[in-house]
């Protein structure tokens, strides 16, 4: 090859000159080296723990010896600037994370450049090492396995899981218990740069824990990994813990018990419904009745089926809130109706779910050495006046009357002396709101599972033993208003007849109990007394109960006449002439 680049070829007749046409020199990358050779690639991804990139090029060139040829390099991201070299390979060390773009050109001795740079796209990303992250501080509490799908929400336990690294880390957490899962359980986790942070344990567990009839111990494992690359990085924590079987708690809260209440039992709904439909006909005697009928049907189903009381003086209710750290066993309702015999907290989840299963609220309510239940009556509070019983008897919550039932009173006693019973001990106890938990208030924290469906048939209370007793109730029930009426109207009435306040209340208590004829009477002699305008009004609204609609028109205009300004009795009136209108 000649000084001026023409290359000359000996032939047998002389010499032969080849003059390469002027043209820029192309450029190859001819591998990719870091750890391994990666060979000629367009684009790559690195961990930031590579010790050392490699960059290998060559240029080709027919006017420049390859030795000669000068390359202009940078890597964008790390350096803007050309740089120069005569070597064909270029290194770079501890490259920080983020994207880059390698460029390399050639230029030949005639100052050609190479018209399109050779390239390699670069990705550092972040690998901690494994050393940078920890679990400490792992701590799992007893299960107890009534309260699986409280797990799903509630932390059962919880680890401290740190990051050593400056940069921050996406993790994953892992719980699995093989015993009782049938996945594990999951967390995405992003942790701070040199932080820590306590991370609650919840899991969903397979419904067959409810199977398990006694405490065991089970193994837990805790992982704690990371994703770097296409590797995946994790380590992991082993713990022993106790499962307690079915109907296992402690008595760290008094809604703890709902989970125990399921209205959709089985055996709960085929004796709640049957005993509805037998006798639907004889429930709904009185307005203000409420819901009261329907309970006692349900207590004396009960006790016509033989469900009794047993106290078990040794579980933790029994001993006490002193004691409430204790492992205590409920039976589900289900289980109750087939064995018969149960403690305080068995008799008051299985009447509560019997309750519930017929839409009826009910709520918890908590003594110091004792539970005790009681259910809405239906009555709005200011209906007391129709409810016609004494104030003792019942409980004003949220607007409504509810009834408190003893429910260890199965089996000794109705209905009435157990609702007698639960209304003394309120009143002995000084009852109040925040010492009752409303069932369905707490059903979300601790929803109820259904047991495994056991096949056994249920035994449906002797019909005629039941009605007889049922009927008892209802009689007693309406002595026990006649009582309440004679003590708080009709002795008073007959004692003092001028007392026109009191017997307008009477007349009040009559129509909120729908018993508008008597209350038509008892209003009557109010006419001609300075409580004119309220007789004539409440007179019209019986009538307009007995759906006589002129005669309601009548009265209370009567009533507007001796009070033209009362804004109640004219829109009461509007509305009344409304029923005339064709």
């Known amino acids: 090859q000649a000084a001026n680049g023409d290359f000359w070829f000996g032939a047998t007749e002389g010499l032969v000159r080849y003059r390469p046409p002027q043209s820029d020199p192309p450029i190859h990358i001819t591998d990719v080296v870091s750890a391994r050779r990666h060979g000629p690639v367009a684009a790559l991804r690195l961990p930031s723990t590579a010790p050392l990139l490699a960059i290998e090029f060559q240029g080709i060139s027919f006017t420049t010896r390859p030795g000669q040829l000068v390359y202009l390099y940078r890597l964008h991201g790390h350096e803007e600037k050309w740089q120069q070299t005569r070597q064909t390979r270029v290194e770079y060390s501890d490259l920080p994370p983020g994207k880059y773009r390698f460029e390399v050109k050639a230029v030949d001795r005639d100052l050609n450049y190479s018209t399109t740079p050779a390239s390699l796209e670069l990705e550092v990303y972040h690998q901690p090492v494994l050393s940078a992250i920890r679990i400490d501080d792992l701590h799992i509490e007893e299960l107890f396995a009534s309260f699986y799908k409280t797990y799903a929400e509630r932390p059962f336990g919880s680890v401290r899981v740190s990051n050593d690294d400056p940069l921050p880390i996406e993790t994953t957490l892992r719980i699995f218990i093989p015993e009782l899962m049938r996945q594990p359980a999951l967390q995405a986790i992003a942790l701070e740069p040199n932080a820590s942070r306590l991370v609650p344990l919840t899991a969903a567990f397979d419904e067959a824990i409810l199977e398990r009839r006694q405490s065991a111990a089970v193994g837990a494992e805790v992982a704690l990994s990371f994703a ?11 713990q022993q813990l ?15 018990a709902a989970v125990f209440i399921t209205p959709e039992d089985r055996h709960v709904a085929a004796l709640a419904r049957s005993l509805y439909a037998r006798f639907e006909a004889q429930l709904k005697k009185r307005a203000t009745d409420g819901n009261l009928p329907l309970a006692m049907l349900l207590y004396e189903g009960l006790n016509a089926h033989g469900v009794k009381y047993a106290r078990d003086a040794s579980t933790a209710a029994a001993q006490g809130r002193g ?9 589900y309702p289900g289980e109750l109706l087939q064995s018969r015999l149960g403690d305080c907290d068995d008799l008051t989840v299985l009447f509560c779910a019997l309750l519930e299963n017929l839409d009826i609220r009910t709520a918890l309510i908590d003594h110091p050495d004792h539970i005790l239940m009681m259910f809405d009556s239906g009555i709005a509070a200011d209906r007391y006046l129709g409810f016609a019983l004494d104030e003792s008897r019942y409980i004003e919550r949220d607007g409504r009357l509810w009834i408190p039932v003893e429910m260890t009173m199965l089996g000794e006693g109705n209905f009435l002396a157990a609702w007698a019973r639960g209304a003394a001990t309120c009143q ?8 009752s938990t409303e069932v369905r208030d707490v059903w979300p924290e601790y929803p109820y599972a259904l047991l495994p469906d056991d096949d056994a048939p249920l035994e449906l209370p002797e019909p005629a033993a039941l009605e007889a007793a049922f009927n008892a109730d209802l009689a007693a029930l309406d002595q026990l208003r006649a009582t309440y009426i004679d003590r708080q109207y009709l002795r008073p009435l ?30 009557m002699f109010l006419l001609q007394t300075e409580h004119e305008a309220a007789a004539h009004y409440y007179i019209g609204y019986c009538y307009a109960g007995l759906e006589e609609y002129a005669t309601a028109v009548d009265y209370v205009r009567k009533a507007l006449a001796a009070d033209p300004d009362n804004e109640g009795y004219q829109r009461s009136l509007a509305v009344l002439e409304g029923k005339l209108q064709p």
């Open 228 to 238: 770097a690359g296409q590797q995946t990085f994790s380590l992991q924590e082993e």
């Open 242 to 256: 106790t499962v307690h079987g079915r109907g296992a708690l402690t008595w760290d809260d008094l809604g703890m």
């Open 323 to 331: 004691a409430r750290a204790a492992i205590d066993h409920i039976q």
């Open 428 to 435: 002995r106890q000084g009852y109040t709101a925040a010492r």
């Open 494 to 523: 007959l004692a003092a007849p001028q007392d026109h306040r009191l017997r307008l209340q009477y007349a009040k208590m009559q129509i909120e109990a729908a018993e508008y004829t008597q209350a038509i009477s008892t209003l």
